[in-house]
C-alpha cells in the first residue's frame, strides 16, 4: 500500500528558529513535492524534485529551502521561522512524469506547524 | 493571479441529494483535472480524474465533467453521503510543465443527515 509519512503531526516553534520537516515515501517515487494549505488558498507548491540532489523552486519558495540526498526522503527547511510560516505542511509524491498514473500524487497526513 | 479558483468555499446538502461542485481554470495549456478530497487532519487523497480528451468520467458515486470551451469542471456526488463531509480540491497540470499540479482553492461540503 502507498505510504507517505511525515516526521510530526504538530510542531510548535518559536520566531527565529531553524525548523526541519521530514518527509519520507516507500513507493519508490522519482517525484517528491512539498505544498503549504492555507484556508481558501489551497494548496501552494513550495518546492518540488524530480531526483535525487535535484530541486526546483515551486510558486512560493521564499524562505524555504530543501534537501534530497536520497531518493525515498525529502526534507523542508525553515532556515529562520517567522510567524507566517504558520501553515499546514504538506508533502506528496509521484511516478516519473510519463507513466501512466503520474499526475496522481499521494499525500502524507500533513504536519501542523505554528510559529510563535 | 490563481490559474485555478473554486469560488463556492462551502456547500451544505442534504444526505442522498446531489452535491455538485464546480472548479474554472484560465490555463488553456491545462491538460489533466484532478479532484482531491481532504478529511481534517489527514493528508489530501485522490478521488477521480479525467483528461482534457474527454468531456466526463464517471467512478460510482462521483462524475467529473469538463466543459474544454468554457475551462470549466464540475464533479458530482450522487447520492450525497455524511462521509463525504470534507474539504474538495480541484487541481490541474499540463504536460509541458511535467508533473506540477495547480490546486484550487477548496470547498467545503457539509452532507446533513
Known amino acids: 500500500d502507498v505510504k507517505v509519512t511525515q516526521s510530526s503531526r504538530y510542531l510548535v516553534k518559536r520566531t527565529g528558529e531553524k525548523v526541519f520537516l521530514e518527509c519520507v515515501q516507500d513507493?519508490?517515487?522519482?517525484?517528491m513535492f512539498w505544498y503549504r494549505q492555507d484556508p481558501g488558498l489551497g494548496l501552494r507548491l513550495i518546492y518540488f524534485?524530480?531526483?535525487?540532489?535535484?530541486?526546483e523552486k515551486g510558486d512560493i519558495p521564499e524562505g524555504y529551502s530543501v534537501s534530497r540526498e536520497k531518493k525515498e526522503r525529502f526534507s523542508l527547511i525553515l532556515e529562520s521561522a517567522s510567524t507566517n510560516q504558520t501553515s499546514m505542511y504538506l508533502c506528496a509524491s509521484s511516478p516519473a512524469t510519463g507513466t501512466a498514473i503520474y499526475n496522481e500524487q499521494f499525500f502524507g497526513p500533513g504536519t501542523r506547524l505554528t510559529v510563535l | 493571479d490563481q490559474q485555478v479558483k473554486q469560488n463556492s468555499p462551502s456547500l451544505s446538502v442534504q444526505e442522498g441529494r446531489i452535491s455538485i461542485l464546480n472548479c474554472d481554470y484560465t490555463n488553456s495549456m491545462f491538460d489533466y483535472f484532478l479532484w482531491y478530497k481532504k478529511y481534517p487532519a489527514e493528508g489530501p487523497t485522490f478521488l477521480i480524474s479525467?483528461?482534457?480528451?474527454?468531456d466526463k468520467n464517471e467512478d460510482g458515486r462521483f462524475t467529473v465533467f469538463l466543459n474544454k470551451s468554457a475551462k470549466h469542471l464540475s464533479l458530482h456526488i450522487v447520492p450525497s453521503q455524511p462521509g463525504d463531509s470534507a474539504v474538495y480540491f480541484c487541481?490541474?497540470?499540463?504536460?509541458?510543465?511535467?508533473?506540477?499540479?495547480?490546486f484550487g482553492g477548496g470547498t467545503r461540503v457539509l452532507v446533513k443527515p
Open positions: 487541481a490541474a497540470s499540463a504536460e509541458a510543465a511535467g508533473n506540477k499540479l495547480t
Open positions: 524534485s524530480y531526483d535525487v540532489k535535484m530541486k
Open positions: 479525467i483528461s482534457s480528451i474527454k
Open positions: 513507493m519508490d517515487h522519482e517525484n
